[in-house]
């Protein structure tokens, strides 16, 4: 029994080790507070001469009385500069409206409209995990990521502050299945040390994964191809491996010369980078509002975990580490702690 438990987990952990976590973003605490202050010009008196002084009677100094008025400095603070600053905000780029027309899929994204007029930001949450929102005109949009293994037929998200439910429905799509051929059979009927391994990686990407939601004040999305190359495999590939099936392809995969440089798809936070059994070397990024990259079969690692990444900044180089039948790069994106269709949002 066991045996068969763990059998079905390294199904699990194939698909799972694609996902990530969170950058820092900017925290009210760090809204910068401006204060007025007085310019104060130092004269050194020893560098002008002597005849440069006033030489002007001066007004007489007035002596403060104990009970004065308030100080005219005090009576020109200015009241504005101490309103609370609003949080940032994230807008919604433009190239990413050709996402209210596509439907919604397993796999997919759910375009959903918020009627929230708040100027914050709202909180949508969908199977318990929070979604990107972003702002849209004088309204918010919410990008939701629909599991692949999600069951056809009505959604919903809930805005956790108001309570109000916005339905979407999830339709079929049909994805191909793929056979491949491995060379190294352990990689695919991994033996008992393996399987330990496996267990102590997929807990270890599952902790990456659940990095807390950050909030943004620029979109995480769109982001840009990690590699440019041949799209060798689409995300959702039902897959056997020597015939035996096993759990769906939950990244694309692009194929490319082994050692060609592989960019982050968008700025963020390195969450965490490892070598393990099926992804091989791999890099987790976490770019804010629950949106994570993840970068598979890597020949080199050229990050560290906790080190801030631009976008299109070099993260690694294409290789085949892991359980893959040549170069190429897996990569993986993430929404709502989602795996989903990478190609949807570059
Ligand atoms: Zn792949």
Redesign the pocket.
């Known amino acids: 029994m066991p045996k068969k438990f763990l059998i079905i987990g390294v199904g699990a952990l194939t698909c799972v080790s694609c996902a990530i976590a969170p950058m820092t973003p900017p925290q009210p605490s760090s809204v910068p507070i401006i204060e007025r202050q007085e310019k104060v010009t130092r004269i050194d008196e020893r560098q002008i001469p002597a005849e440069s002084f006033p030489v002007k009677p001066q007004p007489p100094v007035a002596v403060p009385s104990p009970i004065a008025e308030p100080s005219p400095m005090v009576a020109t603070i200015d009241k504005r500069q101490f309103t609370p600053i609003p949080p940032p905000v994230a807008w919604l780029p433009t190239s990413l409206l050709s996402l209210r027309n596509i439907s919604t899929v397993p796999g997919g994204i759910a375009w959903i409209t918020l009627s929230s007029q708040s100027d914050t930001s709202p909180k949508i949450m969908y199977q318990k995990h929070r979604a990107v929102v972003l702002r849209h005109g004088h309204g918010w949009v919410a990008i939701v990521g629909v599991p692949l293994d999600a069951k056809l037929g009505q959604h919903s998200v809930i805005d956790q502050e108001t309570g109000e439910r916005y339905s979407f429905r999830v339709k079929h799509k049909k994805y191909k299945t793929q056979r491949l051929r491995i060379k190294n059979k352990r990689k695919v009927n991994p033996n008992r040390r393996d399987l330990q391994r496996i267990e102590r990686e997929y807990l270890e990407i599952k902790a990456a994964l659940a990095t807390p939601w950050k909030t943004t004040s620029t979109s995480p999305l769109p982001l840009i191809l990690p590699v440019q190359g041949r799209f060798s ?1 689409p995300f959702g590939l039902n897959r056997y491996f020597n015939g035996q099936r096993r759990n769906p ?1 939950k ?3 692009i194929a490319a010369r082994q050692g060609t440089p592989i960019i982050a798809a968008a700025a963020g936070k390195v969450i965490n980078t490892g070598h393990y059994f099926f992804t091989g070397k791999t890099v987790f990024i976490d770019h804010g509002q629950g949106v994570v990259t993840l970068y ?1 079969h890597m020949n080199k690692i050229l990050v560290s975990p906790g080190e801030i990444v631009e976008k299109r900044q070099i993260i690694g180089r294409v290789g085949k580490t892991g359980r893959a039948t040549g170069p ?1 790069l ?1 990569w993986g994106v993430s929404l709502n702690n989602t795996m989903i269709d990478p190609i949807l949002l570059k």
């Open positions: 495999s392809h990244g694309l995969d598979g190429h897996h």
